[in-house]
């Protein structure tokens, strides 16, 4: 085997986990070499922005960059782009690259996230639809929109519900199609849910719910149209498909790695497999915010403290993974803040009213708070930690008083 380089680092992926990683060993004072390989041509950037602000033409690409292009090379850092990882040997400590490179390496940090789930009815390589995931995607996106476009949004998730926002904010009337009795289904209460229906109807956004899809009508290869389980038909120029994340963890899985829904990994970042770290979308981990269970979490917050997690566990200091999760969410001039996991809550609490657009969503478990949903609600999402930090029970009836501030809730 022709090994064409080695590096003591290599960081498959060029996300927010394998940029941050690479930072984060630099600033912990890690002189070794240091290679990121991504399939993308672009050097890293922030992805969170492209369902927002870069599809609204608020921000240009420039100002996605994690850092500018310089920093890399100034920091000695190798940026191997548009090329794919095909295979992994932890024995042999090397990968094989799509153009057939062998890249030798120390240590390994797999931090390739993942891709967008894909629809798997007729008309699923349709021209015409589409997914955002990454710079690429938005451009084509943008591309094919017109100002009378016809577009369907195939999922009420948070890629889905802040294309619909962009959408309506430039006067473009979306259908948004979600499979289950109300958006946001997996990820939060039912008062949120319906705030954001009624937000995005109120917006113009035609919002369905329980809408099954039976297939994508098409015309020479193009999208026409969305036909339903129920048999109607919906027209569409444009279809937007959010439906979630498939984790990129095929050449792991092939090299003998525990896989699940995601690599597992433990709680120092390390997969089963010698000298091989996974951070990000793709790491299934023990979180303490989650009992100890393995959870896989999408979000910036995520990607950059595992990447600090998995630097210092390389440099020798391991310190087990304990960051609260936290997400963000934009939608028209409403702030969503999450704080915590509510997964496994048995009581919810409102604090608040929604029709004023400014409240939270309070989830608890056996009487103590697991996690905050804030709305234009910035104090309560401040205050919240101390909370589900210290697992104290509180006083209820004070909880649902939005003029009582958090801190101040008494406990029982």
């Not at 915010?289 to 200091?317: C, H, P, W, Y």
């Amino acid at each position: 085997m022709m090994i064409a380089r080695r590096s003591d680092v290599v960081i498959v992926g060029t996300g927010h986990a394998g940029a941050q990683t690479a930072i984060a060993l630099r600033q912990q004072g890690y002189v070794g070499g240091i290679e990121m390989i991504g399939a993308e041509p672009d050097p890293p950037y922030e992805r969170p922005a492209l369902s927002k602000e870069y599809f609204a033409g608020e921000k240009t690409f420039d100002r996605l960059l994690i850092r500018p292009e310089a920093f890399w090379s100034e920091r000695d850092v190798k940026l191997t782009l548009g090329r794919r990882v095909q295979s992994l040997s932890s024995s042999e400590r090397t990968v094989i690259l799509d153009d057939g490179q062998t890249i030798g390496f120390d240590t390994l940090v797999w931090a390739a996230g993942g891709a967008p789930r894909r629809l798997t009815c007729a008309g699923q390589d349709a021209v015409g639809l589409h997914t955002i995931r990454a710079r690429r995607d938005v451009d084509r996106l943008i591309g094919e929109l017109r100002p009378r476009s016809r577009v369907v949004i195939i999922g009420g998730g948070f890629i889905g519900l802040e294309a619909a926002a962009v959408l309506a904010k430039q006067g473009v009337r979306a259908v948004l199609l979600e499979a289950g009795d109300r958006v946001l289904a997996r990820v939060a209460a039912e008062p949120l849910s319906r705030f954001f229906e009624d937000e995005h109807r109120r917006h113009g956004v035609d919002v369905r719910l329980s809408a099954r899809i039976e297939c994508i009508e098409t015309e020479g290869g193009r999208v026409t149209g969305v036909r339903l389980a129920d048999g109607a038909v919906i027209a569409a120029d444009v279809v937007i498909v959010g439906i979630g994340l498939t984790p990129a963890v095929e050449v792991l899985r092939e090299a003998g790695a525990k896989i699940a829904d995601g690599v597992v990994v433990d709680a120092c970042c390390r997969t089963s497999l010698d000298d091989v770290y996974a951070v990000g979308d793709c790491a299934l981990h023990p979180n303490r915010f989650a009992d100890g269970r393995l959870v896989r979490l999408e979000s910036v917050q995520n990607a950059n403290d595992q990447a600090v997690t998995a630097a210092r566990a390389i440099r020798g200091e391991a310190e087990p993974y304990a960051a609260m999760p936290w997400f963000w969410s934009n939608q028209y001039d409403l702030k969503l803040q999450t704080l915590g996991l509510s997964k496994g809550h048995d009581q919810v609490v409102l604090r608040g009213r929604p029709e004023e657009r400014a409240f939270s969503v309070v989830y608890l478990k056996a009487g103590r708070i697991l996690a905050v949903d804030c709305v234009n609600m910035v104090k309560d999402y401040v205050q919240a930690r101390a909370w589900i930090l210290d697992q104290r029970r509180p006083d209820v009836r004070a909880l649902a008083d939005p003029t009582t501030p958090l801190k101040a809730v008494g406990c029982i």
